[in-house]
Every structure is written in structure tokens, then in C-alpha cells.
């Protein structure tokens, strides 16, 4: 059975490599897993007074969060951190207290960067808020993408065999993690 997706890209520019990243990981995970691109842009700044009132946008977030099966952040690393969009729809879909969407979700983590230690620090740090939301998280392989251009072109191909062959295993492993963490019904 397909399993689906939702997959957070922590870069707004239209030609992230890290969004990039996400349709190369796409083509090489299907038929076996479905990926979901999940809209971060139009989210407003998380403002706890809002909890009250949700809205509509940070609703739609937790919903396709809930519905799917697992979830892929893809992050950019901004001054040694995850980029404030990300933690900012992060923290949406963690609220009201209580009614968080991550919360027991398989999930996995890759990054690209135009830096030689392309996104480690901003892994890091990522993978302490995940633990905090009780998402279990795909330990191997790290993916330190370090991004040349033409290394994914605008279809998704990769165009390294090392890289090809490198990111088909990590996506065997997720499709492996979310079978181990969350197994299919029926
Ligand atoms: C960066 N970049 C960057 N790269 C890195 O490896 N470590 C870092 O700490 C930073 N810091 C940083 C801060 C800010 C504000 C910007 C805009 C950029 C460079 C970053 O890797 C590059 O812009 C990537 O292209 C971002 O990913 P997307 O947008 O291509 O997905």
C-alpha cells in the first residue's frame, strides 16, 4: 500500500534546492510512499492569543499533518539554525495544548546547503524540537546535502550517481521506518 507524506520544506524561495531536494526524494520514494508538499508561506506569525481562534491556514496545516502517515522536514540552515518559517509553522501545528498534530508521527529529516556542512547545525537543533513533540525520528543516514548547481535539475533528476545511489537509501530506510513505527491497516 502507498503511504503518504507530508512534507514541510523550510525555504519559501522558488528555487530552493532544499524544495529541489524534496521532488528528487519524491520520484525515487514513489510508488512506495506519496509525497504531500504542505503550504508554509501563507501561515501568519504564530501568535498565542490566536489559539482561541484558529486560523484557517494553520488549520489546513494540522489537518494534512494529521492525515498523513509520516513526515519529511526538509530544511535550509539559516545562521546555524532552522529558518523561522519552519519553527513558526512548527509551532502551529503543536498548538492548542494538547491537540498537537506531530505528536507520535514517523518522521525523517534532510537538508541541502550551499555550505560544506550543508544544514547540520539546523538538523540538530531540529532534532530536539522533534524529540520534544514525541515524533520518532529517522536516525541514518544524515542527509548533509552540500547543493552545486545542476546537482537536481527542475524535473528532479539527480544528476551524481553517488548522490542518486546515497538518497535511494535514505528513502528505503524511511519507507522501512514508517512501516516499523506506524505499520498499515489492513
Ligand atoms: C544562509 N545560508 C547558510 N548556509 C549554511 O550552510 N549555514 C548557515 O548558517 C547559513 N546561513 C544563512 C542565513 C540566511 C539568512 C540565508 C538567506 C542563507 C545559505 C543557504 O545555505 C542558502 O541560501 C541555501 O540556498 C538555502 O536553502 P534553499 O533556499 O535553497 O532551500
Redesign the pocket.
Known sequence: ATRTVAVL?G?L?K?????KLGQALARLAAPSLEFRFVEIGDLPLYNQDLDAAYPPAATRLKEQVRAADAVLFLT?????AIPGVLKNAIDWGSRPYGQSAWAGKPAAIAG????A???A?AQQQLRAILGYLDMPTLGQPEVFLH?KDGLIDDQGTITNEGTQKFLQGFVTKFTAWIEQISPAKG
Open positions: 520544506v525555504s524561495r528555487d530552493s534546492y532544499n524544495r535550509p540552515e539559516y545562521n546555524r541541502a546547503s550551499v555550505g556542512v550543508g544544514t547545525a547543493f
